[in-house]
């Protein structure tokens, strides 16, 4: 015996209960179901006995790529008693304004994701006091001042304490960020600093010359292609990029100081050509020259407020917010984004293609641009971003 049910609804209740009445009465004939449409069932439904099934079954997966807003997830404290509460604010990987998604990645811009999460703090009274978490060696100029400019707009709407915990790489951008913050904890082992700016640009005129390429611009405005990897950069064009690239550093310098500047050693508060002629003869530490130094040496030359553990940044902002030292600690989630500690980080980094092979200059589909941004390894200077 066959038995079709195209379209469960409300009206073919009858049709329900007699699948159910042959099931009952011990049917031995197959009864296939096909249902079409919505289905909805509410209260209790139990079902006696043993139910075997046998077939396909077929499943669909939404492709509309909705995402669920990010809500409060709690990860640490007593989140029984309600209250108010502080919360982490990841900020990991490279921070450029665009999609950075890789295998296994999110997926998502990370200035677009940090807007969302403040904003969901700003409209969220029980969030008492604010962790930015970073754990970056910096990015793009234009994006991490938008982050940063983000934390004060946080800042003034709510007025809520903001620390910022430098994990193991505190550097450039992520830096930048960090000195919004009304105070800043570093690991010991943490890597900080690289208050720099940096600009990938590369000749590849005899690479290209090797396979008979030879490029042919039809342009108007002679330095339009100001920076072209096809051609050498002339000396006013390379003048042209540079002061663009001394502006950005003085709104990086300027920012430490204006916010670090009774903490910084009196050296690092004049001109470096000044501190080369000290008369003391004290040997001159220029904090502005891109170096990186650890999280120890950042704390005694200013740059940090305390040596620490994530802890005890959560503990320093709750304090700040006059919270009980058992106040619930939450990380900010999408549903399909696990958290189950203060620590776990959202996966988001770029895809840099299954061949594992990177040629500097070649992938213009990310044009370069000004970086605060510490270059420790290959990938990052062959990556434009």
Known sequence: MFFSVWHLRSSHLMSLLTLFLLTALGCKHPIRALVGGGMKIGGQMGVDGDIKMAGEVTTVTRTDNTASPVHPVVVDGNASCGGRRVAIIDVDGILVDRVVGGIGSMGENPVALFREKIRRVENDASIAAVVLRINTFGGGVTATDILAHDVERLKQRRGIPVVACLMTTGCGGGYYLATHADHI????????????????????????????????????????DTGSPERVMKDNERSLLQSMADQFHDRFINQVRDARGLNLPALAMVDQDVADADPDGEEPVDLFDGRVVTGRQAFEFGLVDATGYLDDAITTAGQLAGLPSDAAVVLLRRDNDRALSEFDVTPNSPMTGLVPLSFPGMDRASMPTFLYLWQPEPKLASQNF
Not at 189 to 194: K, N
Not at 196 to 210: D, F, P, R
């Open 185 to 224: 904890v570093a690991h010991e082992t943490s890597v900080v600093g690289g208050i720099g700016v940096i600009l990938n640009a590369y000749n590849m005129e005899l690479a290209l010359e090797q396979y008979n390429i030879v490029s042919i611009p039809v342009k108007a405005g002679d330095k339009i």
